[in-house]
């Protein structure tokens, strides 16, 4: 069994006085992909931002490859090979997508070539005919495909995906649920993603943590996560 990448231990996280994580505990391992589901305001999002200290208040042991991250800023965690992809995608309106995916290789850890605008399209070919446009001409579900390629450009380590599947259509969700799948086993990434979108989660990862009022309420594979169909009722029902 692979060693363990990102080791998540009592993590508690709030804004300002708002407490949202309780005692949370995870670990991703060497390129593996693990959902993260939940409902809306269930801790999914404010998980991933704890992990990169991108805006909540988190207290608890984040380890990633044995190394503690208490300290560290969120541009030292990313050179380290952690990136996320915020839900809010946050493009830069008024750069071209080929400058946004440019400006994402300053992410790339030491020692590590960050990819091409060239060999960002052809990984992505949806994006190929957006390159000249700037932020603020593409759609929301155009900005998400940026995101996410931007994303991948620095050859992270670990990918943290906030809700990627939001906003597109069936087909491309489809599409970018293969090319995630791709570059986990062409790189050789992990996969941390927070999704509601089960079918999306499904195709792109192997184990499943379940969240409920930021505690943990259920962790274990697909199979077992299907073998227990309550839970889909009592946590993901709208």
Not at 140 to 169: I, K, N, T
Request: glycine content about 10%.
């Amino acid at each position: 069994m692979s060693e363990a990448l990102l080791e998540i231990e009592g993590l508690d996280a709030w804004y300002a006085d708002s407490h949202v994580l309780f005692g949370v505990g995870l670990e991703v391992r060497q390129g593996q992909g693990v959902a993260l589901l939940g409902r809306n305001g269930a801790g999914k999002s404010t998980l991933l931002k704890s992990v990169m200290d991108a805006g909540p208040r988190a207290v608890g042991r984040i380890e990633l490859a044995g190394r503690p991250l208490a300290g560290l800023p969120t541009e030292k965690r990313a050179r380290l090979g952690l990136m996320l992809v915020p839900e809010d995608r946050r493009i830069f309106p008024h750069l071209t997508v080929a400058q946004n995916l440019e400006l994402a290789a300053h992410a790339a850890p030491r020692g590590v070539t960050a990819l091409s605008v060239a060999e960002i399209c052809k990984r992505f070919p949806m994006i190929a005919p957006l390159i000249e446009r700037q932020g603020y001409q593409l759609s929301g579900g155009q900005q998400q495909l940026v995101a996410v390629a931007r994303g991948v450009v620095a050859r992270p380590r670990l990918m943290l995906l906030d809700e990627p599947a939001e906003g597109l259509a069936p087909l491309i969700v489809q599409e970018l649920a293969e090319e995630v799948r791709r570059i986990r086993e062409r790189e050789g990434a992990a996969l941390l993603l927070a999704e509601q979108n089960v079918s999306f989660a499904r195709h792109c990862t192997d184990y499943v943590y379940l969240l409920d009022s930021g505690r943990v309420v259920f962790s274990g594979s697909w199979p077992e996560f299907d073998a227990r169909p309550e839970l889909k009722t009592r946590y993901l029902a709208v």
